[in-house]
Each structure stands twice: as structure tokens, then as C-alpha cells.
């Protein structure tokens, strides 16, 4: 099966742009992520849908960054103004996880990644 | 919030060796999660282990949980280059309905030829 694609793979902006990131789950997954993944430490979650719904954006800096998943299948994430901090790899990621829990189905599988440089 | 702290920050080995690395965690999981990350790529999943068991294999890996101390071992027997990556514990706690994944800051492991 194909994996998750992201795009695009690099970007480099100068601090108060726009970006924008795009992601394409894997064929029938329900649940995409987004995280962030700083130089140096492990990815951290930014926001998880279910479907199209949001289910936990808690750690989404709200005043610059929003996401979005239409009709359920690809997301966008954007981040506007950027900052010099929100250099890292975004990822995306999806799991099946549909409708409670499925034992089986709490794999997540990643993409590539965008790495972000802000400057 | 850092839920899971791998140690160590470092490994380097030789081919052949054994590469053990440990992952403590701070509050009650529903899983514990292992990750692979190689250099400019994303991260594959490697093992999941569930709160009610203690170890699990998969191929050349071994992983163990001890709940009572709240904390996890990766072993990988007879290493190759090829593993040499980031390896990311990551743990499933639930927040009413929703579940989700915390990861801790990961191993570096070097295996050199």
C-alpha cells in the first residue's frame, strides 16, 4: 500500500511568512497527526483528527497556526506568521483507529516529513 | 509534556554487538511504542507492547515492560550498520475518548562496521 506523502519536502522562509504544508494519509486511515519535531528531540503532537473532526489540538499555538482536513482524507497545516522557533520537520502521520479502540490498529505510519527553516 | 525519557542519549557499538536501550515513563500507559528513525527520513514503527504484557520479540528485537517501574528496554541482537538510527520510545495514554502518543527524546544509535 502507499504511505503517507507530504509535501513539499523543504522549505525555507523568511521570519512573519506564510507556509503551508500538505499531507495525504494512507487510503482509509481515519486518523491523521501532525507534529513537530525539533532538532534534537522526539516528535511532538500538535493536532490529531478523527475523520475531519479535531479531536486534540491542545498543543497547537493557535495564534499562528491552523490545520485543517477536508471531506476527511488529505490536511493542510499552516503557519502564519512564522517564527525563528518554528524551525523543525513537520510530520504527518495516520492510524486506522476507526470509531474506538481496534487492538491492532494503534500503529502509526509517517511520512517523510517537511523540513522547515525559518530565518 | 515529556512523558517518556529514553536513556542513553547515545549508543556507538560494533557490528555484531547488542544494542540495549531503556525508556522510563511517568504516568499509566495503555502502550508502549518503539520507533526507528533514520537520518532525513520519518519514522517506522518497530514493536508495539501492551500495558498488560511483559515482553514481546520481533525478529532481532527484544522489548520488555515492567509497569511497576514504569519503564521499557529495547534490545536488538547482533546489530548491522544498517540500524544505526534515532530510536524513539513513545507512549499511549488516554485522555477520555481520545488516545494519543507522547515520544521521548531518543537514543542515538551508532553501530560501526
Known amino acids: 500500500e502507499a504511505g503517507v506523502a507530504q509535501s513539499p519536502r523543504y522549505k525555507i522562509i523568511e521570519k512573519r511568512q506564510s507556509v503551508a504544508f500538505w499531507c495525504n494519509p494512507i487510503s482509509g486511515h481515519a486518523t491523521l497527526y501532525w507534529y513537530q519535531q525539533i532538532l534534537g528531540q522526539g516528535p511532538k503532537l500538535l493536532i490529531q483528527f478523527q475523520n475531519n473532526g479535531v479531536v486534540d489540538d491542545s498543543q497547537l499555538p493557535k495564534d499562528r497556526f491552523s490545520a485543517e482536513r477536508l471531506k476527511g482524507v488529505d490536511s493542510t497545516l499552516k503557519i502564519q506568521p512564522a517564527k525563528l522557533e518554528d524551525s523543525a520537520v513537520y510530520l504527518c502521520?495516520?492510524?486506522?483507529?476507526?470509531?474506538?479502540?481496534?487492538?491492532?490498529?494503534?500503529?502509526?505510519?509517517f511520512g517523510p516529513g517537511t523540513r522547515l527553516t525559518v530565518l | 509534556s515529556q512523558q517518556g525519557e529514553e536513556d542513553p542519549q547515545a549508543l556507538s557499538i560494533q557490528e555484531g554487538e547488542n544494542a540495549t536501550m531503556n525508556c522510563s515513563y511517568k504516568?499509566?500507559?495503555?502502550?508502549l511504542q518503539w520507533y526507528r528513525q533514520n537520518s532525513g527520513r520519518g519514522l517506522v514503527h518497530l514493536i508495539l507492547?501492551?500495558?498488560?504484557?511483559r515482553e514481546k520479540h520481533s525478529g532481532r528485537l527484544r522489548v520488555t515492560l515492567d509497569t511497576s517501574k514504569k519503564s521499557s528496554s529495547l534490545l536488538i541482537t547482533a546489530s548491522r550498520a544498517a540500524d544505526t538510527a534515532s530510536y524513539f520510545c513513545a507512549t499511549e495514554v488516554s485522555g477520555g475518548s481520545n488516545y494519543k502518543l507522547t515520544f521521548g527524546k531518543g537514543t542515538l544509535l551508532t553501530v560501526n562496521p
Open positions: 502521520a495516520s492510524s486506522r483507529m476507526e470509531g474506538g479502540r481496534l487492538g491492532l490498529m494503534d500503529e502509526q505510519f
Open positions: 504516568t499509566s500507559i495503555n502502550n
Open positions: 507492547i501492551r500495558s498488560n504484557e
